[in-house]
T-cell receptor, first 114, second 114 residues
Framework: KNQVEQSPQSLIILEGKNCTLQ??????????LRWYKQDTGRGPVSLTI?????NTKSNGRYTATLDADTKQSSLHITASQLSDSASYIC?????????????FGRGTQLTVWP | DTAVSQTPKYLVTQMGNDKSIKCEQN?????MYWYKQDSKKFLKIMFS???????INETVPNRFSPKSPDKAHLNLHINSLELGDSAVYFC?????????????FGQGTRLTVV
């Protein structure tokens, strides 16, 4: 069964600190993995994407890693800011269908305190 | 310009009523989706259309009927609303790209059934 599991479910950190969010998946055949950020009351917005051959991708203070062998990904946030408070969702796409189906994790709720 | 727009943003209605949510995208994408986000923030796909044709239809009560008059629009009609239908509904669109599938989300419609 194709699944995406994220941990932790929620996380509280102080402003300026770093943190790492985890994503494990069983989606097969694998096409790509995205991390989305969802602010409260808004739709998710893509942060990074990685395909099978890519094992790291940065977007400003966000760095995502992918280990396609162990089917794990992480999102590392450096020097957190209050605006980083949001839900971070891991989304994996399969390539078994013509369109590529999206599989969503349940998200990690990050709260950054001043 | 808003890429994926949904209306209304908030919808409060009584049980048993029929309501519609509209979605339009100006990105020229071929594929559009409806997702439901429950109280635990989990995004679950309901429907997917490609060029006005239904591609994915998850186990959704037949009270939910999507309608795609053209590839830029995907509306969601809900009959005989129930309390359990209360959730945030997101419309999204994506280009047909097997390698770097990215879904662009609307702002969501918060439906409250009382």
């Amino acid at each position: 069964k194709n699944q995406v599991e994220q941990s932790p479910q929620s996380l509280i950190i102080l402003e300026g600190k770093n943190c790492t969010l985890q994503c494990n998946y069983t989606v097969s055949p694998f096409s790509n993995l995205r991390w989305y950020k969802q602010d409260t009351g808004r739709g998710p917005v893509s942060l990074t994407i990685m395909t099978f051959s890519e094992n790291t991708k940065s977007n400003g203070r966000y760095t995502a890693t992918l280990d396609a062998d162990t089917k794990q990904s992480s999102l590392h946030i450096t020097a957190s800011q209050l605006s980083d408070s949001a839900s971070y969702i891991c989304v994996v796409t399969d390539r078994g269908s013509t369109l590529g189906r999206l599989y969503f994790g349940r998200g990690t709720q990050l709260t950054v305190w001043p | 310009d808003t890429a994926v727009s949904q209306t209304p943003k908030y919808l409060v209605t009584q049980m048993g009523n029929d309501k519609s949510i509209k979605c339009e995208q100006n990105l020229g994408h071929d594929t559009m989706y409806w997702y439901k986000q429950d109280s635990k923030k989990f995004l679950k796909i309901m429907f997917s259309y490609n060029n006005k044709e239904l591609i994915i239809n998850e186990t959704v009560p037949n009270r939910f009927s999507p309608k795609s008059p053209d590839k830029a629009h995907l509306n969601l009609h809900i009959n005989s609303l129930e309390l359990g239908d209360s959730a945030v509904y997101f419309c999204a669109s994506s280009p047909v790209d097997r390698v770097r599938t990215e879904a662009f989300f609307g702002q969501g419609t918060r439906l409250t059934v009382v």
